[in-house]
């Protein structure tokens, strides 16, 4: 616990990290909550948390998730994402001045984030001053445990999984190499390398990722998403050895656009932004009892997803001197490395909804 630069720093006390402004008499009533990826810890968003208390000091308080760091991160993401989902309901209830929330999350802290907040999802109270001014009551479509949902923002996350079709970079894009990678990558990264590869078959459920873009029992998925003001993409265009640009970006091939060299000062590595409406479009093709191939599976994916706004900001480290960390470069994981990626960083800050 402590204080630097004006930004206070304290120990939850029950996993995680909260940063707020070191004037403890501030009136700020919106959590961020800030989620790591795969092998990580509540460290790896230290710059990006001292960089939003410092612009929005009234305004935010920041929790840096730490319950799923390190190894825990492979245990899967649907049980990190129950403990994410605790880990949050106990920071809201112990600050109960609350009144909205967003998260932040890197790589496969993405699909943690979007499991949590369907097990945080509240409807609305049906109350008859609900009904009477449901046009005007910001709860009347429920909440992420209480609080407004506002911006929910991914970074370089493999939405549509990892599996073929040059999802991840580092295997080449070479198909014997792709065919085999989900065989064997829970000898690596376990239950989770299984939900990434669209490998895991519970009790003969489709795959978490694919139920993930529908309501699911007692969890909900995409009503929670669709709550949030704002949902936005990150993506590396390129460079990312870990995480593709069509799965971190939401993208058929078809759709990747041309993007060139940015002449923006402020942001010089966002080279393409779009924003894109929510589509009407169905195509549910797959079946529970039925096999289904690589590109079945994504179609089904992006067309879950999709039927939701999105904001997409791909971004370009190709001239770093450290591009093939753009992985890491583009949440600026340490400050020192990858101080090149502060713009990103910048650029999440001034879109930010509050």
Not at 32 to 50: C, E, F, R, T
Not at 144 to 160: C, D, R, S, W
Not at 294 to 321: C, I, K, P, Q
């Amino acid at each position: 616990m402590g204080s630097e630069g004006g930004v206070w720093v304290e120990d939850s006390g029950f996993g995680g990290t909260d940063v707020l402004s070191a004037d403890l008499s501030g009136s700020a009533d919106h959590l961020v909550v800030l989620v790591h990826g795969i092998l990580g810890s509540n460290d790896d968003w230290k710059y990006a948390a001292s960089q939003f208390i410092r612009m929005l000091p009234d305004k935010v308080i920041v929790h840096c998730s730490e319950r799923n760091m390190y190894k825990l991160t492979l245990d899967g993401v649907d049980i990190m994402g129950e403990r994410l989902a605790e880990e949050v309901a106990e920071v809201i209830n112990r600050r109960p001045g609350l009144q909205k929330i967003s998260f932040i999350a890197h790589s496969v802290g993405g699909l943690v984030s979007r499991y949590a907040i369907g097990r945080l999802y509240r409807l609305a109270v049906k109350s008859q001053e609900n009904l009477a001014n449901v046009a005007h009551n910001e709860h009347a479509k429920g909440t992420i445990y209480g609080l407004k949902a506002m911006n929910f923002i991914t970074v370089a996350t493999p939405h549509l999984g990892s599996r073929g079709n040059k999802q991840v970079p580092f295997l080449f894009g070479l198909t014997p190499v792709e065919k085999v990678a989900p065989l064997v990558i829970h000898w690596i990264f376990r239950r989770t390398g299984k939900h990434l590869f669209l490998t895991d078959n519970d009790e003969g459920r489709l795959p978490l990722l694919l139920r993930l873009v529908e309501d699911c029992d007692d969890l909900f998925f995409m009503s929670s998403l669709k709550l949030f003001v704002r949902r936005v993409a990150y993506a590396n265009v390129g460079c990312d050895h870990i995480v593709g640009w069509r799965t971190s970006s939401i993208r058929r091939i078809s759709e990747l656009p041309k993007w060139e060299k940015s002449v923006n000062e402020k942001y010089p590595h966002v080279v393409y932004e779009e924003q894109a409406e929510g589509s009407t479009s169905v195509n549910n093709s797959y079946d529970s009892g039925i096999c289904i191939n690589n590109d079945m599976l994504e179609e089904n994916m992006v067309a879950g997803l999709t039927r939701l706004s999105w904001e997409r900001v791909d971004v370009s480290f190709h001239e770093s001197r450290q591009k093939f960390a753009a992985h890491s470069i583009i949440q600026v994981k340490d400050s020192l490395l990858h101080s090149e990626g502060a713009d990103i960083i910048q650029h999440m800050i001034d879109h930010f909804l509050l």
